[in-house]
């Protein structure tokens, strides 16, 4: 009875009542299924239930549905921003199973405290043009600061995938290199970029960035982002990149996750080592595997030269849906 409370299957819920009552009111024990036939409220379900707690102490049904119920509500919790599979477990292992239950824990954070307030945002599929129109907004915000900025929308976008589940963009500037190659680099944009769209409303919250911490801070921000139209709070990531690297952030954002994980697999395979930054070769690893020097560089700029290098044929973003 307690489980379908907790799914609202109130008719079940009612019968239980009543079948509980039937049941404290007998004057002779009641074992088997057929003694339970003869009582009111009881069907062929119920009766066999009861035969099978009295035989065996244990009803499977029940056991099956606190295994659901518990996948439920990791499933539930692990859907809020900044709520991982562990944070989920030591939630539901304190009693959390549902978002109000979370909110009021001591331990949250600002971010979760969004992601549980934007919860149903969050977690609605963005439309392909809805994305274009975010990127539209934040391109020509870029342009106005600089008219070199260049912006790419990267993610399930790019691989043609008709709804999003978040906002995934690039800026990058014809010219730039990584911030110890050289001074051009392109890290005041992306300060001035979001001050300017958060003082427009467009920015509704920075849920990683410059003053958030983390360890790429300056070059990455994290947050929701909202056409006004429309109302709906929508994850976006913006990623500053530098020119010189720009085919292997093209090649790591677009993805998928598992496309990712195959061709840097391959790349190991032939002795080389892929990431956001470029393709390199001659790395050197300790015996466990971890990278003690990055090796040479074999190409960062261009996407379809990483390929090449990597001896494959060149993929559309569409063909890079895997799994
Ligand atoms: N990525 C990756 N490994 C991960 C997560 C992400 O290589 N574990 C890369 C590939 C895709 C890119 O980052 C953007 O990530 P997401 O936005 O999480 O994925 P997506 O493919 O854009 O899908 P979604 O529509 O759900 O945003
Ligand atoms: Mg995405």
Redesign the pocket.
Same mark, same amino acid.
């Given at each position: 009875m307690e489980y379908y409370k907790q799914i609202n299957e109130i008719w079940r819920v009612q019968g239980y009542r009543k079948a509980i009552n039937t049941l404290r009111q007998q004057k002779q024990p009641v074992r088997t299924k057929q003694d339970a036939l003869k009582l009111p409220g009881f069907g062929h379900q119920l009766s066999d239930k009861l035969e099978e707690i009295v035989k065996t102490g244990k009803l499977t049904r029940l056991i099956e549905s606190k295994k659901d119920s518990r996948a439920a509500v990791l499933g539930l919790l692990e859907g809020i921003f900044g709520v991982g599979p562990n944070t989920a477990r030591e939630w539901y292992n304190d009693g959390v199973r549902n978002l109000s239950n979370a909110r009021v824990r001591p331990d949250l954070t600002p971010q979760q405290r969004v992601g549980i307030d934007r919860y149903h945002d969050f977690n609605t599929r963005i439309p392909r043009n809805e994305v274009a129109q975010h990127f539209s907004v934040v391109e020509s915000a870029a342009r106005n600061i600089d008219s070199g900025l260049r912006c790419f929308i990267? $993610?399930?976008y790019r691989r043609g995938?008709q709804t999003? $589940?978040?906002i @995934?963009l690039i800026v990058t500037k014809p010219g730039t290199k990584r911030i110890e190659e050289g001074e051009k680099s392109l890290m005041w944009v992306l300060q001035k970029l979001t001050t300017q769209l958060t003082a427009m409303g467009f920015l509704k919250v920075c849920l990683l960035g410059k003053d958030k911490g983390g360890k790429d801070s300056n070059s990455k921000w994290y947050g929701a982002s909202m056409l006004e139209d429309i109302g709906i709070w929508r994850r976006i990531d913006i990623l500053i990149v530098p020119w010189s690297e720009l085919g292997a952030s093209l090649l790591?954002?677009?993805? *998928? @996750?598992l496309f *990712?994980r195959s061709i840097r697999m391959l790349a190991v395979k032939k002795g080389m080592s892929l990431n956001q930054h470029g393709l390199f070769k001659d790395v050197i690893r300790d015996k466990n595997w971890k990278k003690i020097h990055r090796g040479t560089l074999v190409e960062a700029h261009d996407e379809r030269k990483i390929f090449e290098a990597l001896g494959i044929k060149w993929l559309e973003p569409k063909e890079r849906n895997v799994g």
């Open positions: 990267m $993610g399930s995938v999003c $589940g978040d @995934d790591y954002f677009t993805g *998928n @996750d *990712n």
